[in-house]
């Protein structure tokens, strides 16, 4: 029997909102028992830090170089790692020498594979040392060295997801989160996976500039406005949706620009139409028609966003929450269960994910003591 595991998984991702938590007692493979998760948010000084960050990240040309504001960033996404775990174990009654794994992702700030660059910031051997608990962290990097696209990552544990509570495949798992990812998971096949398309990133960078709100919460703006038909196909009108899986993307890969004109409301709404758009785009890849869709990550819990995806679908549209899944925690438990694949060395990436020649492992460990 394999060793089970005690983990936590710690996810930000490209919305900057905050850093996400979730405990995991996993063997990397099909065991799956969940423990508490928490999301702790960042405050608008953390965000404005990290924007300038992914402005910076622009220029480079190495994955090491951390000028200008990138060094105070990564400072800052250590920090508040520990602090966040620490504030995590304290809260949920758990003793650090009790936990086996930290699966830390790191902020990224530039992902461009086809020039072999992936930046995640953060340092997981300081926060090993100030934590007292092994990290596997940087767990895109060996992917990338291998001609992958080094994204998405989570696929892998879709497939858990779906090998474990025995539902109805072919299913596809949709994460909005900056950037929308999708994983197609069907009974004795490798997951088939890509980035699908802007995600939150556009909404929330239009209701920064227009409101100095993070986001549309709830969908709010989005639902009083109404969709601009030509905009949205001018945002449609864009390279990447003919581009096959699989493929990645950067956060900042697409232009809110057809939408400038627009009220603000309008503008959100032709957005989340352009996100959920994106995704069906997607559909005809696939080696058969999903019999579900189901939503996980931030934009789960937008309305606008959700709306704008089941209408457009060719089958239901389900939340991760229906079958007892939590929207919000899938991606830090996904890091989790992928430190525990890093540290036994099994694959966390496919051909049919990122597209590497064979099948991966990746991360690099730090040790605690």
Not at 281 to 288: I, K, M, S, T
Request: proline share 7%.
């Amino acid at each position: 029997m394999s060793k089970i595991f005690r983990a936590i998984g710690a996810m930000t991702g490209t919305s900057m909102d905050a850093v996400d938590l979730a405990y995991l007692e996993t063997d990397g493979l099909q065991t799956l028992r969940f423990g508490p998760s928490a999301s702790y948010p960042f405050s608008d000084e953390d965000r404005a830090l990290l924007r300038r960050a992914v402005a910076a990240a622009k220029s480079l040309s190495r994955r090491d170089e951390r000028p200008g504001p990138l060094a105070e960033a990564e400072y800052l996404i250590t920090g508040r790692h520990i602090e966040v775990i620490q504030t995590f174990l304290a809260q949920f009654g758990l003793d650090a020498a009790s936990v086996d794994l930290v699966g830390f992702h790191g902020q990224t700030v530039l992902h461009r594979p086809e020039s072999g660059l992936t930046v995640q910031l953060g340092d997981g051997a300081l926060l090993a040392r100030r934590i007292g608990i092994d990290v596997a962290y940087d767990l895109r990097a060996a992917d990338i060295a291998a001609g992958g696209q080094g994204a998405p990552l989570v696929p892998v544990y879709h497939r858990a997801l779906a090998e474990a509570s025995g539902v109805a495949t072919p299913l596809l798992f949709v994460n909005i989160g900056g950037v929308a990812n999708m994983t197609f998971v069907d009974a004795g096949a490798d997951p088939i996976a890509c980035d699908a398309g802007p995600g939150n990133a556009l909404i929330d960078d239009l209701m920064f500039a227009h409101t100095g709100r993070a986001m549309d919460e709830d969908g709010a703006c989005a639902l009083e406005g109404k969709v601009d038909e030509e905009a949205l196909a001018a945002l449609m009108d864009h390279p990447y949706f003919a581009q096959k899986p699989p493929k990645s993307l950067d956060r900042n890969a697409f232009s809110a620009g057809p939408v400038e004109g627009l009220s603000l409301p309008d503008a959100a709404a032709t957005l989340a139409a352009f996100t959920a758009s994106a995704i069906i785009a997607h559909l005809p890849f696939l080696p058969a028609p999903p019999r579900l869709i189901v939503v996980c990550g931030g934009g789960a819990h937008n309305p606008a966003l959700m709306q704008a995806l089941a209408k457009r679908a060719p089958c239901p549209v389900r939340r991760a929450e229906d079958f007892g899944w939590e929207s919000q925690a899938i991606e830090a438990q996904a890091f989790a269960f992928l430190a525990v694949r890093s540290v036994r060395g099994l694959p966390l990436t496919f051909p049919t994910t990122t597209g590497v020649s064979e099948p991966t492992t990746g991360g690099a460990l730090a040790w605690a003591g």
